[in-house]
C-alpha cells in the first residue's frame, strides 16, 4: 500500500535538517523506490539551501548504511533524487521563490515536521514557527490551487496537563480549547515581543546590563562593553519571551509553549483548510511523544542533536543531578525516532480519505508507547543506575564517577536545591571574581563558574521536563496499530512502526546509553591523555610558522609587575630614608583608590596617574632605567614568557610589545621584540636647561580598545594579516586585542579572563616568575649613592 | 653489617705532605685535647664504629651522616696556615721586588696608559672580610702609579663571561675611595666581551686558537693584573688570556675536548685547559702585551673563630659547646625559609688572612703561587675509591649573591669538587659519585637567565656534553638577547651554562653514575643524575652499581682541600 502509493510521487518536506526530518528523508530514499523529495530548507548565514542540504542532511552519519550500500557513484545518482528548495515556514508566503512554489505544486504529499522543538523557545517564535508554520503552508497549497496529502508532525503533549487516557482525536474536541481564539494567541505574542522589546531598552534595565556586562569583562573598553550590554539585553528579552511563553502555556493548561502552540497549530490548520471547502488538501496528523535515538533503522542508537533525555542522563552521570523529579510508577512515554519515521510515511502513504478526513476534520495518529509497551519510571532510572555503575564516566582526574541513588523527589524539592545552590555559587563567584587572583586562583574562580552554570542548566532541566516524567497522561494509538496491521509482511518488514517492539532493558542499556555516551562526548574512559592533548594543540597552532605576528602585553604577561611599582622604584631611587618611609606610607593608603580607578578605566588612570612624572629629569630617568631594568623588569619577568617570544621570533613572526608602560622604562627590553608600541610623555626644558618630563600623555595610551585598533593598523601597514596573529595578555582589559586576533592566549590569566578563556576554548597559559628568587614585599629602589653608577664603556 | 670491606681497595692511612700528620686509624678518643702549636696538615681517617656522625653540607643546610664502618674514610683539609703578619709591607714589597721583572715603579710612567685588572667577584669564596686583597693590591699600585705621575688608568673587573658586578660589589671588593675617584669618571668598569669596539684580536696560537682581548688592556702600556688565586686552577695566563678575553678566544679551551683531556683542571701539569691559556699568553707575549702579574694567596680561614667556627672543626674533636652551637644554627636555618637562609649564609664574609703575594713575570710568579696553594690545600691520599661523597655548600663561583641552580650544582660537585686532585681522581673510573645537596629547580632570573633556558630546552633533550655543544651551543653564544643581557644587565654570557656542562664533562665520562642525595627528584633527574632521600639509600643504590660493600671516600669541603691521590 506505502509503497504502491509514494513510489514515484514527489514528496515536499518541511524540517529536513533536523532530527526527524533527516531520518525521514534517509527512510524514504532507501525504502521508498524513486520517490521524488523536495526539501523546504532555510538559506544558512554562509551557505545556501543546497549547501545546507548536502552538509546537514547528506553528510550526516544518519547515511552512513545508504552510503555504503550504494557506494560513492549510487549514492551521488540517489543525491539526485533530492531537490533543495529555499524558505522559511517562519514567514509569509514560505518564502518561496518561483521555482520554489512550482516545486511545492507539483508534489503529491507534503510532511511538515519542521518545528523549533526547544521548550524553552521565547512564545513568539514559536507562535510563528510551531503555529502560524502548518497554517502558512495550508495558504499556499490553496493559493496553488493544489491538493497534495498534507502530514502535519505534532506532539503527543497537544492533549495539555492531564491524567488518564487520551485519545487520538482532535484537540477542539475539548470545548474550551476550541474556544481559545488562536488569531488572538498569535496577535498577543507578537504583541508580547513589542511590549518585552520596549521594556528592555527602559534606562533602569540597560543600566542593570551595562552593570552586569562590566562585572563580565571588566574594562574591557566601550566597543566589547557595549556589545555585551546589547546582548544582555537581547538575552534578556528573550529569557522574559520564554517566561511569558511559559506561563502563557500553563495559564491554559500546557506544560510549555511549544505543546501550547503545536496545539493550536492543529486547530488553526484545521480550520485554515476547512475555509477553503472540498479543494482543500486531506490533512492528517502524527503525534508522537518523547522522541529518542533509534531502534534499528537506519542503525540502533542513531540520534541528531542533543535532546531532551539525554542532557538530564549525562548530568546525573557526572554527579550534578543527584536527583530528578518523577513518580516511579508513572510511565516515561519514550518513542525511538525511527518508529516515528516509520509512522510518519505510513500515514503518508495510507489509501483513501478516513471517515474523519472526509468529514473536514484530521486524521489522527499518536505514535506513543504508554498504552501498548509501556515503560515506567522506576525501571528507567534502574537500567540508567546500574548501566553507570557499570560504566561509570570519569572526571578530569581520570577518577570514575559514582553515580548517586534516586530517591524520586517533588519537583519543589529539587527546584530548591538547586536554586539554593545556585544562589549559593553566584555569591562565591562574585568574591571570587573580584579578587586580585592569578593562575590557580583564578582557575578557581573558573572552576566556580562552571560548576554554577551547571546547576543552573540542571535547574532548567527540572524547570522544563520535570513536568514531562511527572505526566500520567495515556496516550492512545488506536490509529497507529490498525496502520500497523494495513501493512503487508513486506511493508511491516520495512516500517516496524508498533511500539510493542520494544524491549526497553535492552534499548536502554545497548542502545540508548552508549549511543548518548558517545553522542555527549563524555569522558568514558580513565586515560587523561585526551585532555592534555588540547593545551599542546593550542600552542601548536600558536606557535606554527604560518603566523604572522605576536603580540605580547606586559604588565603580569611577561613581568609581575605594573606602572605603580615601577613608579615607585623610580621614585624611591634618589629618596632619602625617612622620605622613604613617608612614601611608603602614602603609596599603601593609595592602592586601594588606584586599583579601583584602573579598574573603572585604564586609560584615564594612567593618564592620571603619569602627572606624578611632571618635572622629572628625563636624564635622571634614564640613567635610573638602567637599573630599573635588571631589579624590576627581569627581576620580576616570567623566563618562559620571554623564552616565548623569542620562540616567536625565531619561527619569524613579528613580535610586538605592546603596553600602556612608559618608553624609557622600557627601553632595555626592545632587543627583545621587532617593535615596541607604549605610552610616551611630552618634555619640557626646566629654568635650569635641562631636559624634564610634563607628566601628559602625547597619544592616547595604547590600552583597552585602542589596541587592536593600533594592532589593525599596524598589521595593515605592516602587511601581516590580525587573523594569523598571536596576542598574549593577561587581563579582561586586553579584550578588545585578545579577540582582534585568530589565536588569543590568556596568561595567568585574572577570574574574569580565565572565566571567559574557558569558554572560548582560548590557549591558557600559566607563565610563572622563577622559582627561589624572592624579592622585597615594597618595589623600592636600592638607594643610589651619590656618585654615577657604573655604567661599563657605555 | 660487619662485613670485611673488599679485598682489591687499598686502606689508605695517609698523612700530610709535611710529615707532622697523625695516623688517620688512631682513635678519635686520643686525639681530644691535643692542641697542636702548628696548624694540622690534611688527613685520612677511616671511618670505624667510634667515629661520630660526620657533618656534609647540603646547599643552604647541613646534614649529620654516619658513614659505614670499616670501608669508609674521611679526607679532611688542612688547617688553616698563618697568614702574612704585614700584609701592606707585603704587597709594596712585592711591587719593589719583583720576580723576573723590573721593580713596578720603573715601569710606570708620565703619560702612560695603565689598565688594572682584577679577578671578579667569582673569588674568594666566600667573599672576604673587608678590606678585600683586590682593595689593598691596587691601592698601593695607584699609590706608586700617582707618585709616577700616571693620568691615563682604568680599571677594569676580569670578567670574561661572567655576570657584570654592581656598584655595590665593586665598592666592596675595591673599597669606596677607588671607586669614587675612578667610576664617575668612567675609568672603573665591569669589562664586556662583546663590546664590538671594545675587543681585538691578537693573532692565533699554533694550534689554531684565536686570541681576543680587551682593547683597552692590549693597547696599554702596561697591564697590572691582581689576583687572588684560591684554588690552583687560578692565575697564570688564565688571568689576562681568559680573564681580559672574549668568546671567539675562550672556545678554543671552553670545550669538552679540552676538559676531557684536563685531568684536572686543578692541575695544570696535567690540564690542556692550562696549556690552551698558556700558549694564547705566548700570543699575548710575541704581541708586545706587557703584563706585570701579582698573584696573592689566602689560608682555609673560612670559617673564623666565631659560632661558625665548628664547621671547620674535625667532629671527633667538637666540644660540647660545638655541638650546642652546631645544633643550634642547623635547627635555626631549617626553620627558616630558603630565601632568608641565602640572605643569611651570602651575608658570610670570611676572614682569610693573606698568605702569599708575588708579582712580576706571569709565569714565574704563578710557579710560586701554586706552590703556596698546593701547601695549604694539599692531602695525600693513597689509593682510589668506589663512591665518592660530597657535601655541596651554599655558594660556588658562578652564584654569589645569587641562587645556586641546577647546572650550578653539577658544575659544583662534577666539576670543582671532583677535580680537586692532582694525580688521580679520588674515585676509580665506573665508581659512583654522592652528593648532597636540594638540588631545587630554581634560579635567579637576573643572573641566570640563560642557565634558565639551557634547563628547560637543552637538558630536556640530552645530557650529552658533545651533543649539547654540537647542536646547542653557538645559538646561545651568538643570541642577541642574551649578549644584550650580559651587556647591560646582570646576567651571565649566553653560553656560559654550556661551559658549566663541560666542566664536569670529564667526571661525566669517569663516572657510572650520580647520586644527589636530598634532591628534588624531577629536577636531578633532568640532569640525567638520581635523587636519594637519605644517604643510606644513595648508597644502596650505588650497591646495584658497585657491587655489596664498595669502598667510600668523603671529601670535606669546606674548607678546601685537594686531595693528592697515589
Known amino acids: 500500500m506505502i509503497l504502491q502509493n509514494l513510489s514515484g510521487q514527489r514528496i515536499f518536506i518541511t524540517g529536513g535538517t533536523g532530527f526527524v526530518g533527516t531520518a525521514l528523508v534517509e527512510r524514504l530514499l532507501r525504502c521508498v523506490p524513486d520517490c521524488q523529495l523536495v526539501l523546504l530548507v532555510r538559506d544558512g548565514r554562509r551557505s545556501s539551501a543546497e549547501q545546507r542540504v548536502h552538509k546537514e542532511i547528506l553528510r550526516n552519519d544518519c547515511f552512513d548504511r545508504l552510503r555504503e550500500e550504494l557506494g560513492a557513484e549510487g549514492f551521488e545518482q540517489m543525491a539526485n533524487r533530492v531537490q533543495a528548495v529555499s524558505g522559511d515556514v517562519g514567514t509569509d508566503g514560505l518564502g518561496l521563490d518561483e521555482a520554489g512554489r512550482a516545486a511545492l505544486a507539483s508534489c503529491t504529499t507534503v510532511i511538515h515536521s519542521a518545528a523549533t522543538v526547544a521548550f524553552d523557545s521565547p512564545l513568539d517564535r514559536a507562535v510563528e514557527v510551531n503555529l502560524l508554520g502548518p497554517v502558512r503552508i495550508a495558504e499556499m497549497l490553496h493559493e496553488l490551487k493544489v491538493s497534495p496529502h498534507l502530514v502535519c508532525v505534532s506532539t503527543c503533549y497537544v492533549a495539555g496537563n492531564r491524567r488518564g487516557s487520551a485519545r487520538e482525536e482532535p484537540v477542539d474536541s475539548n470545548d474550551f480549547v476550541s474556544s481559545l481564539d488562536w488569531r488572538a494567541e498569535v496577535a498577543a505574542a507578537r504583541r508580547s515581543r513589542s511590549d518585552t522589546d520596549a521594556e528592555s531598552r527602559a534606562p533602569d534595565r540597560l543600566r542593570e546590563f551595562g552593570d552586569r556586562a562590566r562585572f563580565e569583562l571588566g574594562s574591557a573598553g566601550g566597543p566589547l562593553l557595549a556589545e555585551r550590554t546589547e546582548a544582555l539585553r537581547k538575552e534578556w528579552a528573550h529569557a522574559r519571551m520564554v517566561e511569558i511563553g511559559r506561563a502563557r502555556a500553563a495559564s491554559v493548561g500546557w506544560p510549555d509553549a511549544y505543546a501550547f502552540t503545536k496545539a493550536l497549530s492543529e486547530v488553526a490548520t484545521a480550520q485554515t483548510l476547512r475555509s477553503y471547502g472540498d479543494s482543500a488538501a486531506r490533512l492528517s496528523v502524527v503525534r508522537p511523544s518523547i522522541i529518542e535515538s533509534a531502534l534499528l533503522e537506519p542503525k540502533p542508537g542513531w540520534i541528531r542533536g542533543f535532546r531532551m533525555a539525554e542532557p538530564i542522563i549525562l548530568s546525573y552521570a557526572r554527579g550534578l543531578l543527584k536527583e530528578f523529579p518523577g513518580v516511579p510508577e508513572g510511565v516515561v512515554d519514550v518513542i525511538p525516532v525511527d518508529i516515528v519515521v516509520a509512522a510518519i510515511i505510513a500515514t503518508a502513504g495510507r489509501d483513501a480519505d478516513t471517515p474523519a478526513q472526509a468529514a473536514g476534520e484530521p486524521h489522527i495518529v499518536q505514535v506513543a508507547s504508554g498504552s501498548r509497551n509501556p515503560l515506567k519510571y522506576q525501571r528507567l532510572v534502574d537500567r540508567v543506575r546500574e548501566w553507570f555503575t557499570e560504566h561509570p564516566l570519569y572526571d578530569q582526574h581520570g577518577q570514575p564517577i559514582i553515580v548517586p541513588d534516586w530517591s524520586f523527589p517533588g519537583r519543589g524539592r529539587v527546584e530548591g536545591q538547586l536554586s539554593r545552590a545556585g544562589v549559593a555559587l553566584r555569591a562565591a563567584e562574585k568574591v571570587v571574581i573580584n579578587l586580585p587572583l592569578r593562575g590557580a586562583g583564578a582557575q578557581l574562580g573558573a572552576t566556580i563558574e562552571e560548576r554554577r552554570s551547571q546547576t543552573e542548566r540542571a535547574k532548567s532541566y527540572v524547570e522544563l521536563y520535570g513536568t514531562y516524567t511527572e505526566c500520567e497522561a495515556e496516550y492512545g494509538v488506536q490509529h497507529l496499530l490498525t496502520l500497523w496491521e494495513s501493512l503487508d509482511p513486506t511493508e511491516q518488514a520495512l516500517f516496524g512502526l508498533d511500539p510493542a517492539a520494544i524491549d526497553w532493558d535492552a534499548y536502554i542499556t545497548q542502545i540508548h546509553l552508549p549511543s548518548v555516551v558517545k553522542h555527549g562526548r563524555a569522558r568514558s574512559s580513565p586515560s587523561r591523555s585526551s585532555a592534555e592533548a588540547r593545551p599542546d594543540r593550542l600552542r601548536r597552532a600558536v606557535l606554527s610558522p604560518e603566523r604572522h605576528m605576536a603580540a605580547f602585553d606586559l604588565e603580569n604577561t611577561l613581568i609581575a609587575s605594573n606602572v605603580v611599582t615601577s613608579y615607585a622604584w623610580m621614585a624611591t631611587r634618589r629618596m632619602p630614608t625617612s622620605e622613604r618611609l613617608r612614601f611608603a606610607a602614602r603609596t599603601l593608603a593609595e592602592a586601594p583608590s588606584l586599583l579601583a580607578q584602573d579598574r573603572k578605566d585604564r586609560s584615564d588612570f594612567l593618564r592620571s596617574f603619569y602627572r606624578r612624572y611632571d618635572g622629572a629629569l628625563v636624564e635622571q630617568l634614564d640613567e635610573d632605567a638602567v637599573e630599573h631594568f635588571s631589579a624590576m623588569l627581569l627581576a620580576r619577568s616570567f623566563p618562559a614568557a620571554i623564552r616565548r617570544v623569542r620562540e616567536h621570533r625565531a619561527l619569524g613572526h613579528r613580535t610586538v610589545l605592546i603596553t600602556g608602560a612608559l618608553d624609557f622604562l622600557i627601553q632595555p627590553l626592545m632587543p627583545l621584540f621587532d617593535d615596541v608600541i607604549c605610552a610616551r610623555l611630552g618634555t619640557a626644558v626646566d629654568r635650569s636647561g635641562r631636559l624634564t618630563l610634563t607628566g601628559q600623555l602625547d597619544e592616547v595610551p595604547p590600552t583597552v580598545e585602542a589596541r587592536a585598533s593600533i594592532l589593525a593598523e599596524y598589521c595593515s601597514a605592516e602587511g601581516l594579516l590580525l587573523e594569523q596573529s598571536v596576542a598574549y595578555a593577561d587581563s579582561s582589559s586586553d579584550l578588545p586585542m585578545l579577540e582582534a586576533v585568530g589565536f588569543p592566549v590568556a596568561v595567568n590569566p585574572e577570574p574574569r579572563l580565565a572565566s571567559i578563556a574557558r569558554k572560548r576554548g582560548w590557549l591558557v597559559e600559566d607563565f610563572r616568575q622563577a622559582k627561589g628568587f624572592r624579592h622585597s614585599v615594597l618595589p623600592f629602589a636600592t638607594r643610589w649613592r651619590p656618585s654615577p653608577t657604573v655604567r661599563g664603556q657605555a | ?566
Open chain 2, 1 to 566: 653489617m660487619s662485613q670485611q670491606p673488599r679485598s682489591h681497595q687499598p686502606r689508605s692511612t695517609a698523612s700530610g705532605k709535611s710529615g707532622s700528620g697523625k695516623s688517620g686509624t688512631g682513635k678519635p678518643a686520643q686525639r681530644r685535647g691535643q692542641q697542636p702549636a702548628a696548624p694540622r696538615p690534611g688527613l685520612v681517617l677511616d671511618v670505624d664504629r667510634s667515629t661520630p656522625p660526620v657533618l656534609l653540607h647540603s646547599g643552604e643546610q647541613f646534614r649529620l651522616e654516619r658513614l659505614p664502618a670499616g670501608r669508609s674514610r674521611i679526607i679532611y683539609p688542612p688547617e688553616p696556615l698563618p697568614g702574612l703578619e704585614h700584609p701592606d709591607e707585603a704587597i709594596r714589597d712585592a711591587l719593589l721586588n719583583p720576580v723576573d721583572s723590573d721593580p713596578l715603579p720603573a715601569q710606570l710612567f708620565s703619560g702612560m696608559k695603565l689598565t688594572i685588572a682584577f679577578d671578579d667577584i667569582s673569588l674568594p669564596l666566600p667573599k672576604m672580610r673587608r678590606p678585600d686583597i683586590r682593595q689593598r693590591v691596587i691601592e698601593a699600585v695607584l699609590d706608586l702609579a700617582a707618585d709616577a705621575g700616571v693620568d691615563d688608568i682604568h680599571i677594569i673587573a676580569a670578567l670574561a663571561l661572567h655576570r657584570r658586578m654592581t656598584e655595590a660589589e665593586l665598592r666592596y671588593c675595591l673599597g669606596d675611595r677607588i671607586y669614587d675617584a675612578f667610576a664617575p669618571r668612567g675609568q672603573l668598569y665591569n669589562h664586556d666581551a662583546e663590546d664590538p669596539e671594545g675587543m681585538v684580536m691578537l693573532g692565533e696560537t699554533r694550534h689554531g686558537e684565536e686570541v681576543q682581548m680587551s682593547k683597552r688592556a692590549a693597547e696599554s702600556d702596561l697591564i697590572i693584573y691582581v689576583n687572588i688565586n684560591l684554588v690552583s686552577m687560578d692565575g697564570g695566563w688564565k688571568s689576562t688570556a681568559t680573564g681580559l678575553s672574549g668568546y671567539q678566544g675562550i672556545r678554543h679551551h671552553h670545550n669538552v675536548k679540552t676538559m676531557r683531556n684536563t685531568k684536572s683542571f686543578m692541575d695544570q701539569e696535567n690540564s690542556e685547559l692550562h696549556r690552551s691559556n698558556w700558549r694564547q699568553g705566548d700570543v699575548l707575549k710575541s704581541a708586545g702585551i706587557n703584563i706585570f702579574q701579582i698573584e696573592t694567596t689566602v689560608n682555609n680561614d673560612l670559617f673564623g673563630d666565631g659560632p661558625l667556627s665548628v664547621l671547620a672543626k674535625r667532629e671527633w674533636e667538637w666540644s660540647a659547646k660545638d655541638r650546642a652551637t652546631f645544633l643550634g644554627v642547623k635547627t635555626g636555618l631549617d626553620r627558616l625559609p630558603p630565601s632568608s637562609r641565602r640572605r643569611i649564609l651570602h651575608s658570610w664574609e670570611a676572614p682569610y688572612a693573606l698568605t702569599s703575594v708575588h708579582a712580576g713575570e706571569v709565569e714565574a710568579v704563578h710557579k710560586l703561587t701554586t706552590a703556596e696553594v698546593y701547601k695549604q690545600q694539599l692531602v695525600s691520599v693513597e689509593g682510589q675509591t668506589d663512591i665518592v661523597l660530597y657535601g655541596l655548600p651554599y655558594v660556588g663561583p658562578y652564584n654569589v649573591n645569587s641562587i645556586m641552580n641546577p647546572i650550578l650544582v653539577m658544575c659544583l660537585g662534577l666539576g670543582y669538587f671532583f677535580n680537586m686532585y692532582k694525580g688521580k681522581p679520588v674515585v676509580r673510573e665506573g665508581g659512583v659519585l654522592i652528593m648532597t645537596h636540594p638540588t631545587t629547580n630554581e634560579f635567579h632570573p637576573v643572573h641566570h637567565p640563560s642557565y634558565i633556558d639551557f634547563f628547560e630546552q637543552v637538558l630536556a633533550e640530552t645530557t650529552d656534553p658533545i651533543e649539547i655543544e654540537q647542536r646547542f651551543e653557538t645559538s646561545f653564544a651568538t643570541d642577541e638577547w642574551y649578549r644584550h643581557l650580559y651587556r647591560t644587565s646582570h646576567a651571565y654570557h649566553g653560553v656560559h651554562p654550556f661551559y658549566m656542562w663541560y666542566w664536569g664533562s670529564h667526571a661525566l665520562e669517569h663516572l657510572s653514575q650520580v647520586i644527589i642525595v636530598g634532591g628534588d627528584p624531577a629536577t636531578v633527574r633532568r640532569l640525567g643524575f638520581r635523587p636519594a632521600s637519605t644517604l643510606a639509600d644513595a648508597l644502596e643504590m650505588a650497591s646495584d652499581v658497585l657491587g655489596p660493600d664498595p669502598s667510600i671516600t668523603y671529601v670535606k669541603n669546606p674548607p678546601l682541600g685537594m686531595a693528592d691521590v697515589t
